[in-house]
């Protein structure tokens, strides 16, 4: 049963924009850090962004800073990953996870992963 549906992902061309949305299937709870990864083909999963329970702190590395926002609506249940100014070497699979211990930028400490949904961006 899926618990984290992660969801916004498409094809676009370099420059544009997309909005990536994560929503709580109702079964996890409150109080959790949200993070987000992508993984391309043949590369390593990646940190790029994170986000706690209140919104009132939030982590970005520098390779997407000024380019990434992270964002919640918790009474929608949702976390949202702002993507500008989309380049080819964006194109991954993007997960969101969700856990009540993280260390954002590790993934072995999140508990609850989102299926994935695929950003392919053309040149």
């Known amino acids: 049963q899926e618990q984290l549906v992660d969801s916004g992902g498409g094809l676009v061309q370099a420059g544009d924009s997309l909005k990536l949305s994560c929503v709580d299937s109702?079964?996890?709870?409150?109080?959790?850090?949200t993070g987000w990864f992508r993984q391309a083909p043949g590369k390593a999963r990646q940190f790029v962004g994170g986000?706690?329970?209140?919104?009132?702190?939030?982590s970005i590395p520098d390779f997407v800073k000024g380019r990434f926002t992270i964002s919640r609506d918790n009474a929608k249940k949702t976390v949202y990953l702002q993507m500008n100014d989309l380049a080819p070497e964006d194109t991954a699979t993007y997960y969101c996870?969700?856990?009540?211990?993280?260390?954002?930028?590790?993934?072995?400490?999140?508990?609850?992963w989102g299926q994935g949904t695929q950003v392919t961006v053309s040149s």
């Open positions: 986000i706690s329970w209140t919104g009132g702190a939030t």
């Open positions: 109702g079964r996890i709870g409150s109080g959790l850090r």
């Open positions: 996870a969700a856990g009540r211990a993280v260390i954002y930028y590790n993934a072995m400490t999140y508990e609850y």
